[in-house]
């Protein structure tokens, strides 16, 4: 059964993510250890062969088998840590594995990952590897293992949607019809919740009355250039225009970032 979550924006919309369960988030972590493994024995085989090369030069085997256990220990531990904490973070909370099983870290308010809780639930990961521990996001009420429950995370579904197709179909259209056009500084002033909230609206806005789609594109356009810092005027009849075009340039970034 999928468990949902509900956070409200800023502009009073909803946003729904689907949780995503123990066992899709065990594969996606497998396929990031698998990465992770075959990259570590490369990196180890590169580190033992400097070290044979270069032994007569070190003269006190102590040292030179101190340097072997230190790669031993050491670099596994950092790569595997690095590769989490460079992914969650500069990829939107996606590692590899995560982009596979469509699915992403978000904070459990909703907001786009801070930096602090991705280094705290990376950390964490060291704990959670421990078979006892492998029931609790089982039995936690939003199936969180123990380092999303300290560093405020939750693992969302990011299955095929109206909204996808919407961001993909902006995203396809050329650059140079856009009214509004939109400094790196003024898109990455933006977070993931902000992204969505311009998605839900403008892919339910068909549906909505004319009246109230004309007071929720007004809301969302005010707050959205406030917290972008976008000080060009945005007159009302354009107001979808311009969120339009942010996404399309959300998108963009967004790609390229994946590419």
């Not at 180890?44 to 032994?55: H, W």
């Not at 892919?203 to 007071?215: C, D, L």
């Not at 929720?216 to 917290?227: F, H, S, W, Y």
Request: net charge negative.
């Amino acid at each position: 059964m999928d468990k949902l979550v509900q956070f409200e924006t800023p502009e009073n919309i909803t946003v729904t993510y689907r949780l995503a369960g123990p066992g899709r988030r065990f594969m996606a972590v497998l396929f990031d250890y698998f990465i992770v493994s075959a990259a570590v024995i490369l990196l180890f085989a590169a580190g033992l062969i400097a070290l044979t090369v270069f032994a007569p030069q070190v003269g006190d085997m102590v040292i030179y088998w101190a340097l072997i256990l230190t790669i031993m220990i050491l670099v596994p531990a950092f790569f595997s840590l690095a590769y989490f904490v460079y992914y969650e973070w500069r990829r939107n909370g996606q590692t590899p594995g995560a982009s596979l099983m469509n699915i992403r870290v978000v904070m459990d308010h909703g907001f786009s990952l801070t930096l602090s809780a991705v280094i705290i639930r990376t950390l964490f990961r060291i704990i959670d590897q421990f078979p006892l521990l492998w029931i609790v996001p089982v039995l936690s009420e939003k199936w969180q293992r123990v380092g999303d429950m300290v560093a405020g995370t939750l693992v969302v579904r990011e299955d095929e949607t109206a909204q996808d197709a919407l961001r993909t179909r902006l995203m396809a259209r050329d650059p140079g019809e856009a009214v509004f056009r939109f400094n790196p500084a003024q898109v990455n002033g933006l977070d993931e919740l902000d992204a969505q909230a311009i998605e839900v609206f403008l892919s339910r806005r068909q549906g909505i009355h004319p009246e109230h789609r004309a007071q929720l594109a007004e809301r969302l356009t005010d707050v959205i250039i406030q917290r972008a810092g976008f000080v060009e005027p945005v007159e009302t009849g354009q107001r979808e225009q311009f969120l339009e075009d942010l996404l399309a340039a959300l998108a963009r970034r967004d790609a390229r970032e994946l590419g």
